[in-house]
């Protein structure tokens, strides 16, 4: 697959490998993972998954761009390069960075690499599944990072989706720089949609005794409970409790919503 830009010199596979463990790892990209002869990532996402065949590079989570360039550089010497990205690779990862670079002012230089992204288990799916089908109707995802993108911004896309009643999952919830996002995500949401709707905090979704979800309300969620690996889902008005007989709890949305009129 050269398309009409002349022979292919390289490759470059963007894959996600899950939010936890091997087994949220889907057999397309274990087989990209074996095939490959360099691994680009965040060193500890590489850790679990490199081998004694490849090429390791690992990197700090925040030069993105710096690592996708990097990436495509060593494709374009002909090597078979796979960066590896937790969840799924086009969910705040570097899918997108690799693109970026891509449409870049260097793009030139890497005419030939042929480019393929590999989906993975994203945080949101991971997270939705062990509370049950918290987003089981529409629902939309938005990180809480301000690296990327003003304040102002988030604090709309936040009020607006409170006030369309989409049950929401927050990425990136807190930063070291800004511990204070997450409570005031909350705040704009509970303006829009009262004290009562549900909000679950899920941390370290799969990785052991690590894992710890939280059901919640916005009149009585801590914010400070979350970390830098828990995903915030927030339930819109119809998403509610189901208790079991044996005493277990479960997070739903209906498919349906009852019309207001
Ligand atoms: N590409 C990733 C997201 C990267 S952003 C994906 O699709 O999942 C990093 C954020 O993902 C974290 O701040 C946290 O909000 C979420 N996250 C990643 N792994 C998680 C896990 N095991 N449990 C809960 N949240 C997780």
């Given at each position: 697959?050269?398309?009409?830009?002349?022979?292919?010199?390289?490759?470059?596979?963007?894959?996600?490998?899950?939010?936890?463990?091997?087994?949220?790892?889907?057999?397309?990209?274990?087989?990209?993972?074996?095939?490959?002869?360099?691994?680009?990532?965040?060193?500890?996402?590489?850790?679990?998954?490199?081998?004694?065949?490849?090429?390791?590079?690992?990197?700090?989570?925040?030069?993105?761009?710096?690592?996708?360039?990097?990436?495509?550089?060593?494709?374009?010497?002909?090597?078979?390069?796979?960066?590896?990205?937790?969840?799924?690779?086009?969910?705040?990862?570097?899918?997108?960075?690799?693109?970026?670079?891509?449409?870049?002012?260097?793009?030139?230089?890497?005419?030939?690499?042929?480019?393929?992204?590999?989906p993975g288990v994203s945080a949101m799916q991971a997270a939705a599944a062990r509370l049950g089908a918290p987003l089981g109707n529409d629902f939309c995802v938005i990180s809480l990072s301000d690296n990327l993108k003003p304040w102002s911004l988030i604090q709309r896309r936040v009020r607006l989706a409170a006030e369309a009643d989409f049950a929401m999952a927050f990425y990136n919830p807190i930063s070291r720089a800004r511990p204070w996002q997450l409570g005031e995500a909350l705040g704009i949401v509970r303006e829009a949609q009262g004290p009562d709707t549900l909000v679950m905090l899920a941390t370290a979704v799969g990785r052991g005794e690590r894992e710890d979800v939280q059901i919640s309300t916005l009149g009585e969620v801590d914010p400070t409970m979350a970390n830098m690996s828990t995903l915030v889902i927030v339930g819109a008005a119809s998403t509610r409790v189901l208790e079991r007989p044996s005493g277990r709890r479960h997070v739903y949305t209906p498919r349906y919503v009852e019309s207001a009129e």
């Open positions: 697959m050269s398309g009409d830009g002349g022979p292919v010199v390289g490759r470059l596979s963007v894959v996600g490998v899950g939010p936890a463990g091997p087994e949220w790892i889907t057999p397309e990209v274990a087989a990209r993972l074996e095939a490959a002869t360099d691994l680009v990532g965040y060193g500890p996402y590489l850790e679990r998954i490199a081998g004694p065949h490849h090429r390791v590079h690992a990197s700090d989570n925040r030069e993105e761009l710096a690592r996708a360039m990097h990436a495509l550089d060593m494709a374009a010497e002909g090597r078979d390069v796979v960066v590896v990205s937790g969840g799924d690779p086009g969910v705040f990862a570097m899918a997108a960075a690799i693109f970026e670079a891509l449409e870049g002012a260097q793009a030139q230089r890497w005419a030939g690499v042929e480019v393929d992204v590999t």
